[in-house]
């Protein structure tokens, strides 16, 4: 290490941080990163990484450690501090106003003044020359909320870039990404590097780590457990050691045997509160015994469908059959008895009540049922060995089951919400980004289970911004498009990650007929 | 926490919160006394019958029993109606109600005894729930904010139980604003010789299990928590969340019904309330201080009555008014609902725990 000293821009030493729930997010960790490389910080979630990142910008300050800035001792106590030191950060949910222009949103903070008004033409210049001098491609008058997530995301990096910053941090730049929006990013961070940037690169997918970056960095449960170069690991390598086990990347599951047909949407029509047009025309079955996927980028109509295939969202023109019965008007505890259930996109929302115990987290969906109840009362030990069992089952790493569910990670609160859904044995379940933001253990755990769902004869439908996930854990997929099924893939084995990206974007659409096959019963 | 061993930080979280509240009082109560200090020419005089007044006679004591009563169930209604995430301030406007629809009973028909009184209090509750329930359907019908809707409504109780007892309950012989005299049938029996302690300090006691019970053990008040702990997980559960809202207040609404009736046929020959009791803004504190869990009311109202008794008292025998204790009450309620108070102290707390715990996992 000591040799090496020279080169590193950034150290942070010995770094611990506890939260205020006594969860200790990071222990004594080492982190160092040299001039001009493209720094891989990898490890599940819970390991550390987003605080270790907070700390560095600002955001939360450690109880112990320091941080070492070309050699020197630094104390950054708010972001701006950081963005004066250099340091840029660019978070995984964009922070832009989406009214206002590209330009705007580039000098919000350190805007250009006219006398005393604001300079429009000005910062329209400064963000012109910013995007020149990186060889960005980006309208400076567009509204950020007509653009898509990847041009988003290029004005977060240039705003950083604006404001001087030498060390970038990416926060999972690439989870809302299509693979030709990954494959921009990836040559404007090339470019950045080649420029002397130094950036640090969060991300799950080892893939593109192996693609991108130059040295890695692995947490694990609080601890760094090394640092090395990334030519030198292999993914399962990293992997392992993320996770401190052998770990299955690949999903494994047999040939489906689709059977009946469970779900039937057809000319399912809906419009948002501002009266726009979210989902038009949609047909399609979902059978007993498959993993139907659903792909696209987020923002197509994927979350409303959610939302109506649940119930959550009662008006919408066109036909929502489950087992034969119209969902229209029904509620939500009427579509949960015909056995169906819900892994919902935003957990902690819709998921779990954070206060409350674990075990009572995982009754919610039952808790009135004859079988729960006696005179009267809830029968406690019924409960609290039911609670025991799927804690157990489902591998849920806590104190026990009376333990405040807030106080877990974010892997451990997706398996007790997974097992809630999944232990009620549903012959319909909507799985919608089952593993967005947790680790690599929990994520294997999860697929698992959804494949043994399938195979002990569940319909499942599942929602996923993660390409991967989506075409190697389903049996066939549909494509969403600004609302629209704009392809139908019969069987996921053949397709090309291009291709998919292809249809995503909305550059191709395959005709009516060839959509029209992911009907069964006509 | 001196010994080496760590805990849970649900433990920590918890004797932190009773900590918090141990302090809270402490702080009040010394505040108190420096107030006290000040004002009274002889402040060791008035502090004597401030903290020690209320056990020095039987009466005293008694005193505090009987305050007792309606601040258990004020402290009880609004407990399940928080519990819910409800803030619905006609609690007040309930117990009022509460104690019209006791006394409409207890002078309008003749039963036997003891059945008089269980149906009086049985009105009193259906009076309470009948208020309780325009907030809430108010709110679940049109998202009319209940504490704005119930605030306004408490007025209209009060003079709606004003007209109802000067035009159909009021005897012109009573010489001032009252009904008739109860019927010894409705009435509740006195427990404790010399003091105004009645028969309503069993059905507060047996109404706070009650309490417990409904929320903490059957599936109603599993759905009322889940409910006011996160709306969305509720309705995404399948729970009916506007019905949910509404049983919370029906309850709440029975509770301070029943709170004002008991008031009513246990300390008075007559109904003679022109203006609000004040006993469901008590509930607001005593709810707070026993952070809305009905195990802790009983405890919350005694030392709140305790206190109040102990002003009053003070007020009688030296030169301190009893306004003391809506200082004492203002502080704890600042130090307790202020979620931050103390907060860093915590914060060290489990800090110094987790590290102990890194280093027993090393």
Redesign the interface.
Known sequence: MAENVADNVLVMENITKVYPNGFVANKNVNFSVRKGEIHALVGENGAGKSTLMKVLFGIETPDSGRILLNGKEVQIHNPSSAIKYGIGMVHQHFMLAPSLTVAENMVMGIEPKNMFLFDFAKAVQMTEDVAKKYNFDIDPKAHVKDLPVGQKQKVEILKALMRGAQILILDEPTAVLTPQETTELFVQLKELKKQGHTIIFISHKLREIKEICDRITILRDGRSVGEADVKELSEQDISNSMVGRNVVLDIQKTEAHPAENILSVRELSAVNKFGKTILNNVSFDVRRGEIFGIAGVEGNGQSELAEILTGLRPYFNGSVKIKGVEIQNLSIRKIRELKTSHVPEDRMTFGIAGDVSIKENLISDRFYKKEYNHSGLQKAKMINEEADRNIKEYLVKCDGREQPIRMLSGGNIQKVVVAREFSSNPDFILVDQPTRGIDVGATEFVRKQIVKLRDQGSAIVLISADLNEVMELSDSLIVMYEGEIVAYFPDTKNITEKEMGEYMLGIKKMSPEEIGDVIHEK | MKNKQSY???T??NRFEIFRVIVAIGISLLVALLLIMFASKQPLNALKWFLAGPIMTMRNFGNVLELFIPLTFGGLSIAVMFQCNQFNMAAEGSFFLGGLGAAMIAVGVKMPSVIHAVVALLAGALFGVVLCLIPAILKVKWKANEVVSSLMLNYIALFFGSYILQYMLMDPDAGYIASHSFPKSARLAVIIPKTGVHMGIFIAIVMVVLTY?FLY???WG??I??TG??E?????????VGSTIILSQIAGGALAGMGGATQVLGMYTRFSWVSLPGYGFDGIIISILAKNNPKFIPLAAFFLAYLRVGADIMSRRSDVAPEVVSIIQAIIVVLIAGKMFL?TY??KM??K???R??KEEA
């Open positions: 849970s930080s649900k920590i979280e019970l053990r059957t599936k599993y759905a928590r889940i702990q996160n969305n997980f509720a309705k995404y559960s399948g729970i009916g907060d915590k914060h489990i800090v725990n987790s590290q715990q890194v």
